[in-house]
T-cell receptor, first 114, second 112 residues
Framework: GAGVSQTPSNKVTEKGKYVELRCDPI?????LYWYRQSLGQGPEFLIY????????DSGLPNDRFFAVRPEGSVSTLKIQRTERGDSAVYLC????????????FGQGTRLTVV | DQQVKQNSPSLSVQEGRISILNCDYT??????FLWYKKYPAEGPTFLIS?????DKNEDGRFTVFLNKSAKHLSLHIVPSQPGDSAVYFC???????????FGTGTRLQVFP
């Protein structure tokens, strides 16, 4: 597709369960970012990939959160032992190279932990 | 601590008039400032950016002004149109990183 695609668009899960959120970046984009947006807040940085490697994972809140990008394209954000406080919209963005000021966002995955 | 602040949660402007959205920051280690626009159920859309070495950047109806001494930037939209109604986020990029720090957003409503 032409834009960043995120699946699923909505996910409801029970507290304690494991979830995976998927991001398909724009074709050819080497940089990929994950952000989390809670209600009434701006997006909060989680992790950034340049190619296959995580260049900066300083925003991951704890070790329950992990992200991979094995082939330098699609990325998966994995959350173990979900908690109600993990409920948020998870946004993925990509850009053509590191250091560019413009990143293109997907529509997000709304995660609700009940 | 909130490094990027948007102190006005909402703004209402008449169509055809100027909309001015404001943003303040506390960290001097930002090299780029960006504005994103967000419609409900969509991801943020890039609007305009400015390098920290500039004080103005213009793109059509959108102009961003940067006042480094005051650590303040603003987005001017003129003339405002109903389709501009959205939430606007200010963001700043930390030097030597690709990490964006976002403000909490300002909801702009442009009425006829």
């Amino acid at each position: 597709g032409a834009g960043v695609s995120q699946t699923p668009s909505n996910k409801v899960t029970e507290k304690g369960k494991y979830v995976e959120l998927r991001c398909d970046p724009i074709s050819g984009h080497t940089a990929l970012y994950w952000y989390r947006q809670s209600l009434g807040q701006g997006p909060e940085f989680l992790i950034y990939f340049q190619g296959t490697g995580a260049a900066d994972d300083s925003g991951l809140p704890n070790d329950r959160f992990f992200a991979v990008r094995p082939e330098g394209s699609v990325s998966t954000l994995k959350i173990q032992r979900t908690e109600r406080g993990d409920s948020a919209v998870y946004l993925c963005a990509s850009s053509s190279s590191a250091g560019t000021s413009e990143a293109f966002f997907g529509q997000g995955t709304r995660l609700t932990v009940v | 601590d909130q490094q990027v602040k948007q102190n006005s949660p909402s703004l209402s402007v008449q169509e055809g008039r100027i909309s001015i959205l404001n943003c303040d920051y506390t960290n001097s280690m930002f090299d780029y400032f960006l504005w994103y626009k967000k419609y409900p159920a969509e991801g943020p859309t890039f609007l305009i950016s400015i390098s920290s070495i500039k004080d103005k950047n213009e793109d059509g109806r959108f102009t961003v002004f940067l006042n480094k001494s005051a650590k303040h930037l603003s987005l001017h939209i003129v003339p405002s149109q109903p389709g501009d109604s959205a939430v606007y986020f200010c963001a700043a990029r930390l030097v030597n990183t690709d990490k964006l720090i976002f403000g909490t957003g300002t909801r702009l409503q442009v009425f006829p």
